[in-house]
């Protein structure tokens, strides 16, 4: 080795041995967003009770979340309004009576705080959002070997199991599922991110989901995927798919990507919002239908 070379080397060194010597620990100084109010609700086409959550946003890193009490909540549709009453042992948390939404109508909530921790003056917070369409049903669900590059189903112990559902999609590639997977009625979470349960239906819509025309140059295509090594024979897989629109998306993109305990902390005052207010509120008040189908683990399909 030339001594010219030798001394590049050498040179080039010098900033990774830098890094590498500097042990002292920096503490840095995060600049902390505003207070401001928090709206998270949603009304489905399901015949239940339907829930606001009001709260203010917190600080960075903070797993505190400072609950909104005593506002007056409805959701209004129709000529028809919806009535929100807050729990005695969780304040904060708004439930309607059981009620069934309709899709393709508009929900106008509106939220009401005369008394709060921001302003002499009452807070106004609403949002308009239209019920999503949706299919009208799954048919059926298959659970399925995961296949590699050579279309081989892989059967062994550290095998994933593909969740197909079959089902008449609508001819509106603008739809978004929120997928959600269920086994033996505990939703099942297997990926570190939960950005893998978004599904767009941009490419897939009006073609019978996993039918014939889907099939002709594919195999069939999962909503999920999850660890074999959890499963059972005789095992309950639900799917429930939630329509939302692509805005909804983006609200629960940005939420998945904020960094920090509180995905409404105060830091973050760019997240996408439908909250209209006096106040510079944020969140989400989301109308969503949805539909579901159930399946049978066998373990003969892994052999």
């Not at 001819?171 to 997977?181: C, F």
Request: hydrophobic share 40%; aromatic share 12%; proline share 5%.
């Amino acid at each position: 080795m030339t001594m010219k070379r030798f001394l590049f080397r050498w040179l080039a060194a010098l900033p990774l041995l830098a890094v590498v010597a500097c042990t002292e620990d920096i503490t840095m100084e995060l600049p902390e967003g505003r207070k401001r109010p928090v709206v998270e609700g949603s009304i489905t086409n399901e015949y239940k009770r339907h829930e606001v959550i009001l709260s203010y946003s917190s600080e960075l890193y903070s797993s505190e979340r400072e609950m909104i009490s005593g506002a007056v909540v409805y959701v209004e549709s129709n000529g028809d309004t919806i009535w929100f009453y807050e729990q005695a042992n969780k304040p904060g948390h708004y439930l309607s009576d059981s009620v069934a939404g309709v899709k393709n109508r508009w929900y106008h909530l509106e939220v009401n705080v005369e008394e709060n921790d921001l302003y002499s003056r009452p807070i106004r917070m609403y949002a308009d959002t239209k019920m999503s369409n949706n299919a009208t049903g799954i048919d059926s669900i298959g659970l399925l070997p995961k296949r590699d590059d050579n279309n081989i189903p892989l059967v062994d112990d550290s095998a994933a199991v593909c969740v197909c559902p079959y089902f008449q999609t609508l001819p509106d590639s603008s739809i978004v599922y929120n997928v959600e997977l269920y086994l033996n009625g505990v939703k099942f979470k297997n990926r570190p991110s939960k950005l893998f349960n978004l599904f767009s239906m941009q490419g897939y819509a009006g073609y019978y989901f996993n039918g014939p025309e889907m099939l002709q140059n594919n195999i069939e295509v999962p909503v999920g995927i999850m660890n074999k090594v959890y499963m059972h024979e005789g095992d309950v897989v639900k799917v429930r798919l939630y329509s939302i629109s692509r805005d909804y998306m983006y609200f629960l993109v940005g939420q998945k990507l904020a960094i920090g305990v509180n995905p409404v902390m105060g830091a973050f005052p760019a997240m996408f919002t439908n909250i209209f207010s006096n106040c510079n509120a944020i969140g989400w008040f989301n109308a969503t239908s949805v539909i579901e189908g159930e399946s049978v683990y066998h373990e003969d399909l892994f052999q």
